[in-house]
């Protein structure tokens, strides 16, 4: 499959990153290359395969629903870019 | 100048417990070693020589209060993956350059209560990603034997310290062989466990369902006594398995009579380093010495296990870094225009090109309409891959391979090549997408570089495989060689 320079700037919004336009064709062969490594799978047949996600094949274990961790709210946003009165602050969404 | 620091964590216990040394004398040891060596290796993110002093004052207090615990005292190093509480962890990014974490991560709670002292944070490929350390947004680490070489990665930092002695033992992840493949590089053991022995919480997520820490040590017996202390039940990681730790160290000297071990005919193909093949058929014939049975199995879709793989850890990577926004903690760029810029532009300064690579495959792999070919395929490869090695487990308790298909190549070799690396992973990848614990030891030597043979266990196997790999380090001495030190500073190219 060939990856051409539209499909790199749709993935390249979804994935919310930013990729200068001299970068978009070395992109694209990295790209080209690494697809073209994983398109040998489509020769293996996998009819009626279970896919596995969890390698023990164990299925998502749940707690009882119980507070058990202390409220770390002013140690976490010490460490956050920018914070005012317990909110993160990012630039104007709604005008 | 002692010789200390090529000791095994089993030596250094039984010298402390004796007074032959503290822990002091030995963490100064080991940092003066780290001051000598870090500019030809680069094996270290952060160190942190006073907290480790204080850190050895105190366990040989605890020690004259009659504690004896055998990672007491004992310096190590984590990998820059694992969260230090009020110490950065970068996980070897620029997106985590300002990162202080808040908590530590469970395995680093775990040694801190063993005793152990945390020397520092061991380079790494950024997030994981990576086979050279050659990603990793703080220079790569050299290779001990050879600096013009890799130490291999993604944990290459952890495993050239402890090969170099800088440290008594190091922790590392192994998503697709990060353990493993560092390990047989830098001609040290490394263990992967099986998927969920150890707790997740605290390490950065690269890919959930593969993702799995161990020990990377001088000895297979060193390892048993780190994974004694670094696994068990975390409530806090949902995949975390619920069976009590077994002493691993107890079964270790047992005799490996009869243990029936298979040769998967699948990794001796053209692609292996003669020199490499020699030095497995050597420790096969050592192995037999040993009373071990040998026969041939069939791993018949290994092939399609790098393509699986390929799509698999993007796919979780693109999902896992989507946290990654510059709002709540990392890197945010200078003067946003708006909440998107915010976004945008903080990912794409703070991650490196690989880490951008991956995520955009695996956000192409997750798209609508490529979500069944891709993600869902190699999902079901996934279980043709496991199903394999469970059938194989059927006839044979252990598998035999080499770890890597040749050893360490060149700074700078395979850089422009991405695909070429990955096949680098062929021999170890099929492990973690069947969730399997594997350990790398060291078995020979090529062209003056160590080689790593890969012992794979059944799923809990771990005490199975200790005991296997301690018994063939009782019979051969290839874990006792460590590279030349006497000329430190030499240049490019030469040993140590």
Redesign the interface.
């Known amino acids: 499959m060939k990856i051409d320079n539209e499909v790199i700037l749709n993935i390249a919004e979804l994935a919310q990153l930013e990729v200068k336009d001299e970068m978009i064709s070395q992109y694209a062969d990295k790209m080209t290359a690494m697809l073209n490594l994983i398109e040998e799978m489509q020769s293996v047949n996998t009819d009626n395969i279970e896919p596995v996600s969890n390698p023990l094949d164990a299925v998502q274990t749940m707690r009882e629903d119980k507070v058990t961790e202390k409220d770390l709210r002013d140690e976490y946003q010490a460490i956050a870019p920018e914070v005012d009165s317990g909110l993160y602050l990012v630039p104007r969404v709604v005008e | 100048m002692t010789d200390w620091h090529s000791k095994t964590i089993k030596e250094m216990s039984i010298d402390l417990a004796k007074g032959e040394y503290s822990s002091e004398e030995l963490t100064r040891h080991f940092l003066k070693r780290i001051e000598q060596h870090e500019p030809n290796l680069n094996s270290f993110i952060s160190t942190f020589p006073e907290q480790a002093i204080s850190l050895a004052q105190q366990s040989d207090e605890k020690r004259r209060e009659g504690n004896s615990e055998p990672l007491l005292g004992i310096p190590i190093a984590h990998k820059d993956i694992f969260c230090t509480k009020g110490q950065r962890t970068t996980a070897g990014s620029n997106m985590l350059d300002?990162?202080?974490s808040?908590?530590d991560a469970t395995v680093v709670e775990n040694l801190k209560t063993a005793g152990t002292i945390n020397m520092g944070k061991a380079n790494m490929d950024e997030f994981a990603m990576g086979s050279s350390n050659e990603h990793s947004a703080y220079g790569n680490t050299r290779n001990p034997w050879d600096l013009a070489r890799v130490p291999g990665g993604s944990s290459g930092g952890s495993a050239a310290a402890v090969a170099a002695g800088l440290c008594a033992a190091a922790t590392g992840t192994d998503t697709g062989g990060s353990i493993r493949q560092p390990a047989a590089f830098c001609g040290v053991t490394g263990l992967k466990p099986?998927?969920?022995r150890i707790s997740r919480y605290g390490i950065i997520a690269f890919a959930s369902?593969?993702d799995q820490a161990g020990p990377i040590t001088r000895t297979a017996e060193d390892a048993a006594i780190m994974l004694e202390a670094m696994a068990g039940y975390d409530?806090k990681d949902?995949?975390s398995?619920?069976q009590p730790v077994p002493s691993y160290s107890a079964k270790i000297n047992d005799s490996i009579e009869g243990l029936k071990v298979g040769i998967c005919k699948e990794y001796f193909t053209d692609g292996l380093d003669r020199n490499i093949e020699a030095a497995i058929q050597d420790a096969v014939t050592e192995l037999e010495k040993l009373g071990a049975v040998i026969s041939e199995v069939s791993l018949p879709?290994t092939?399609?296990a790098?393509?699986?793989y390929?799509?698999i850890a993007p796919a979780e990577c693109?999902a896992n870094l989507?946290r990654y926004?510059?709002?709540?903690?990392g890197h945010?760029c200078e003067d946003?225009?708006?909440?998107s810029?915010?976004?945008?532009?903080s990912?794409?300064e703070g991650?490196g090109e690989e880490v951008?690579?991956r995520?955009?495959?695996g956000?192409?792999?997750l798209?609508a309409g490529y979500y069944d070919?891709?993600y869902?395929?190699?999902?079901?490869?996934?279980?043709?891959i496991?199903n394999d090695f469970l059938d194989a487990f059927k006839e044979v308790d252990l598998i035999l391979g080499p770890t890597t298909p040749s050893p360490a190549f060149k700074i700078g070799e395979k850089s422009n090549d991405?695909?070429s690396m990955?096949l680098e992973d062929i021999y170890t990848i099929s492990v973690?997408?069947?969730?399997?614990p594997a350990i790398s030891l060291p078995a020979g030597m090529a062209q003056g570089l160590p080689v790593g043979m890969q012992l794979i266990g059944s799923?809990h196997s771990e005490a199975q495989l200790l005991n296997a790999a301690h018994q063939f380090q009782q019979q051969t001495d290839w874990h006792l060689k460590s590279p030349g030190l006497a000329n430190a500073g030499t240049t490019e190219g030469k040993p140590l």
Do not use: C, E, W
């Open positions: 300002n990162f202080i808040p908590y099986t998927y969920g369902s593969l409530p949902s995949t398995i619920n879709n092939k399609h790098v393509p699986a390929y799509v693109s989507s926004d510059g709002v709540r903690f945010r946003p225009a708006d909440i810029d915010l976004i945008k532009r990912r794409s991650f951008k690579s995520i955009m495959v956000t192409f792999a798209s070919a891709y869902r395929k190699a999902q079901q490869i996934r279980r043709l496991k991405p695909v990955y973690n997408l069947a969730g399997l799923h």
